[in-house]
């Protein structure tokens, strides 16, 4: 199985003779079956069937709604799996937020030491003088190409790949989405990930074009190990919590 990406091309989606029928502007339609697909990225505005939606959940196959590299909402009939820290994590998060905060500057205070020994910055840099000063790099070494909107759009799909996650570990997608506690832990998660990217482009390892197909493409190829990432960071977190 594979993510289905839908780009700006399309149009409309249908069910039919058992498949979802993909409509694109100016273009012949396409027909997929639901049991190639592992999840759907729509990344822009597009039209929805009803009963295309509904086969799409009742097969619990997750629907997450990207638009200008924010993210609009997730849609999913999969029933969580049952890992060691599925409904354990949640309450704890909850009950510990200060732990949680502490955590997340313990990481986010590593990171930005990577990226100054890795560039070889000043250690009284934080982390807008380290933007500044990784941005600086790409200009002058990386002109070539628009970093600025592959991070945005980047950015967009680590939500998709956060919010899919921590669903799995029994995290409410409305409750992740509306609750500024759980805001702000998908906040932390991303912008761990996120410097993994800044650090990429200042080395000029990102797609060389603001091409959404090419970056979309660039974002599956190491998105197993993006979700091996946010799952270290999870076990990570459970077990400062447990310990303390």
């Known amino acids: 199985m594979k993510p ?34 592992s999840h759907i990225i729509q990344l822009s505005k597009i039209d929805w069937q009803g009963e295309a939606l509904y086969r799409c959940m009742q097969h619990g196959i997750a629907i997450h709604f990207i638009e200008k590299g924010q993210n609009l909402g997730l849609c999913t009939g999969k029933h969580p799996i049952k890992p060691h820290l599925r409904g354990l994590i949640v309450s704890l998060i909850e009950q510990n937020i200060d732990i949680v905060n502490n955590w997340y500057q313990s990481k986010h205070q590593k990171m930005l030491n990577r990226l100054r020994k890795r560039f070889q910055l000043p250690r009284s840099h934080q982390a807008e003088q380290i933007q500044q000063a990784l941005q600086e790099k790409i ?21 998709h790949q956060i919010y899919l996650i921590l669903s799995y570990y029994g995290f409410s997608i409305s409750l992740l989405q509306q609750d500024q506690l759980y805001q702000q832990f998908v906040k932390q998660l991303r912008q761990l990930l996120l410097w993994e990217y800044w650090q990429k482009a200042a080395l000029g390892y ?6 959404k197909k090419h970056c979309v493409a660039y974002f599956h190829q190491h998105q197993a190990m993006i979700e091996k990432q946010i799952r270290w960071h999870i076990n990570d977190l459970w077990h400062t919590i447990t310990e303390q």
């Open 4 to 37: 289905l990406y839908l780009d700006r091309n399309i149009k409309r989606i249908e069910w039919d003779i058992a498949a979802l029928k993909i409509i694109r502007k100016h273009q012949a339609p396409s027909w997929i079956a639901l049991h190639k697909i």
């Open 139 to 159: 200009c002058l070494n990386h002109h070539y190409y628009q970093w600025e909107k592959n991070i945005k759009l980047l950015n967009g799909l680590l939500g």
């Open 206 to 211: 990102l797609p060389k074009t603001a091409s």
